[in-house]
């Protein structure tokens, strides 16, 4: 166990034990490629069962998902879509003045192809070189699929676009952009134009990972997914408490608070499940912010309907690579069907329908009367953390009242997965 935390931390002390609850979930998802540009295409769909591993340590966060998870399991789930994939790095070329940077955009645009061929040319003196520790200069999961400039000052950002495979993958793009700017636009572009390059910058803040900004959240970083479901009145007050009515006037209400607050993202809270789930299956943490930038949308389908989505924009994530080796992650991973080639795109999306399940119980506890739901999950599972709570030297009121909160009267917080079609706990 030590041997392998060691490999993953420079200067390993310890490791942290986290509780983790397995959360069930219904996913009808798509099963995904890549097509010759690098863009994901669907292949078919299956509806399936899986338990979601949530490790963290905030009251009430495992039963919300639960929830949302319920008030969709009888309607076959949530649904989910990858339209995009794409991480980029973002390199800064410095030059004597702006009429040279525009040169040299124009330079960069008409050779992006090149670039692409050049990364995968075998003849590269690159292919196969590695430094002296063993590791590879180029990587060939780390596809260059588009290339862009962006003037400013007497400078030129070139943010290279990757897809990289199974990996989250910014080490192999890394990589590969440290190789495109010193060994192809720095060999060639002052031989063919006579223009001195100044300062060079491997990533100048332009590249999205790590932070949430707006180029990101409408163009989308490492995968971009949907997920959706419909959901009526008699679903709503079932599970949620609340009808469509309740739920189309807090999407209006939230959106005035989110563009009066300047929020960068327009929906409830889905960093909480996203984290969650992160911790468990060893993604890198630092990318919570990017991929929790979320827009969220309610319409009113017919008199008892509503139509409910979630778009995660950025969301970082592989299912090699880094953490996903470590014993734990690689357990609930594998859980989930999610260990093995081609399988970062059903992650995605089950993470994505998680996030989109949070979202729903949480909302619906806010937009009934008063937001009484709300107040009651923070009050009595949050007395959990406090010492108040059962196994925590408390009588148990307090966890039991929450779960009827939550949950309501016809749900079972120790439901299982069934067969197909079967709710569990129903």
Not at 127 to 139: D, F, I, N, Q
Not at 265 to 288: E, H, K, N, R, Y
Not at 327 to 346: E, N
């Given at each position: 166990?030590?041997?392998?935390?060691?490999?993953?931390?420079?200067?390993?002390?310890?490791?942290?034990?986290?509780?983790?609850?397995a959360v069930?979930?219904?996913?009808?998802?798509?099963?995904?490629?890549?097509?010759?540009?690098?863009?994901?295409?669907?292949?078919?769909?299956?509806?399936?069962?899986?338990?979601?591993?949530l490790?963290?340590?905030?009251?009430?966060?495992?039963l919300?998902v639960?929830?949302?998870?319920?008030?969709?399991?009888?309607?076959?789930?949530?649904?989910?879509?990858?339209?995009?994939?794409?991480?980029?790095?973002?390199?800064?070329?410095?030059?004597?003045?702006?009429?040279?940077?525009?040169?040299f955009?124009?330079?960069?645009?008409?050779?992006?192809?090149?670039m692409?061929?050049?990364?995968?040319?075998?003849a590269?003196?690159?292919?196969?070189?590695?430094?002296?520790?063993?590791?590879?200069?180029?990587?060939?999961?780390?596809?260059?699929?588009?290339?862009?400039?962006?003037?400013?000052?007497r400078?030129c950002?070139?943010?290279?676009?990757?897809?990289?495979?199974?990996?989250?993958g910014?080490?192999?793009?890394?990589?590969?952009a440290?190789?495109?700017?010193?060994?192809?636009v720095?060999?060639?572009?002052?031989?063919?134009?006579?223009?001195s390059?100044?300062?060079?910058?491997?990533?100048?803040?332009?590249?999205?990972?790590?932070?949430p900004?707006?180029?990101?959240?409408?163009?989308?970083?490492?995968?971009?997914?949907?997920?959706?479901a419909?959901?009526?009145?008699?679903?709503?007050?079932?599970?949620?408490?609340?009808?469509?009515?309740?739920?189309?006037?807090?999407?209006?209400?939230g959106?005035h608070?989110?563009?009066?607050?300047?929020?960068?993202?327009?929906?409830?809270?889905?960093?909480?499940?996203i984290?969650?789930?992160?911790?468990?299956?060893?993604?890198?943490?630092?990318?919570?912010?990017?991929?929790?930038?979320?827009?969220?949308?309610?319409?009113?389908?017919?008199?008892?309907?509503?139509?409910l989505?979630?778009?995660?924009s950025?969301?970082?994530?592989?299912?090699?690579?880094?953490?996903?080796?470590?014993?734990?992650?690689?357990?609930?991973?594998?859980?989930?069907?999610?260990?093995?080639?081609?399988?970062v795109?059903?992650?995605?999306?089950?993470?994505?329908?998680a996030t989109?399940?949070?979202?729903?119980?949480?909302?619906?506890s806010?937009?009934?009367?008063?937001?009484?739901n709300?107040?009651?999950?923070?009050?009595?599972?949050?007395?959990?953390?406090?010492?108040?709570?059962?196994?925590?030297?408390?009588?148990?009121?307090?966890?039991?009242?929450?779960?009827a909160?939550?949950?309501?009267p016809?749900?079972?917080p120790?439901?299982?997965?069934?067969?197909e079609?079967?709710?569990?706990?129903?």
């Amino acid at each position: 166990m030590v041997r392998a935390f060691a490999g993953v931390q420079e200067c390993l002390t310890g490791f942290v034990p986290l509780p983790v609850a397995a959360v069930p979930l219904r996913v009808d998802l798509g099963r995904y490629r890549l097509n010759e540009a690098g863009e994901p295409v669907e292949d078919g769909r299956e509806r399936c069962s899986v338990l979601v591993p949530l490790a963290h340590t905030e009251g009430g966060l495992s039963l919300s998902v639960w929830r949302g998870a319920m008030a969709t399991w009888d309607l076959g789930g949530v649904r989910t879509h990858v339209l995009a994939d794409g991480m980029t790095r973002a390199s800064y070329f410095e030059f004597a003045d702006t009429a040279e940077a525009i040169r040299f955009a124009r330079w960069i645009a008409a050779h992006g192809d090149d670039m692409a061929a050049w990364l995968r040319d075998p003849a590269n003196p690159l292919a196969g070189a590695e430094t002296p520790g063993g590791l590879r200069l180029l990587s060939r999961h780390a596809i260059l699929r588009a290339v862009r400039t962006h003037v400013l000052g007497r400078a030129c950002h070139v943010l290279y676009r990757f897809t990289t495979g199974d990996a989250c993958g910014p080490n192999l793009m890394t990589r590969n952009a440290h190789a495109l700017n010193n060994h192809y636009v720095l060999a060639r572009f002052p031989a063919e134009t006579g223009v001195s390059v100044g300062r060079v910058v491997l990533e100048a803040n332009m590249g999205g990972d790590k932070k949430p900004s707006y180029q990101y959240f409408h163009e989308g970083h490492g995968k971009t997914v949907i997920a959706e479901a419909h959901l009526d009145n008699r679903q709503l007050r079932r599970f949620l408490k609340c009808s469509a009515e309740d739920v189309a006037a807090l999407e209006q209400i939230g959106l005035h608070g989110s563009h009066a607050s300047g929020m960068q993202s327009a929906a409830f809270t889905p960093a909480s499940a996203i984290a969650a789930i992160f911790a468990a299956t060893g993604q890198d943490l630092g990318m919570v912010g990017t991929s929790s930038m979320a827009h969220s949308t309610a319409e009113r389908v017919g008199s008892d309907g509503v139509h409910l989505s979630i778009r995660l924009s950025g969301l970082e994530v592989g299912t090699v690579g880094g953490g996903t080796g470590l014993p734990h992650a690689q357990a609930w991973l594998t859980l989930m069907g999610c260990s093995g080639p081609g399988t970062v795109y059903r992650f995605a999306q089950i993470i994505a329908a998680a996030t989109f399940c949070l979202e729903v119980s949480a909302a619906a506890s806010m937009a009934a009367q008063g937001s009484e739901n709300f107040y009651q999950a923070h009050l009595q599972r949050g007395g959990l953390r406090n010492g108040h709570g059962a196994g925590a030297g408390g009588d148990g009121d307090e966890a039991g009242g929450a779960v009827a909160a939550l949950a309501g009267p016809e749900a079972d917080p120790r439901g299982h997965p069934g067969a197909e079609g079967e709710r569990p706990g129903g």
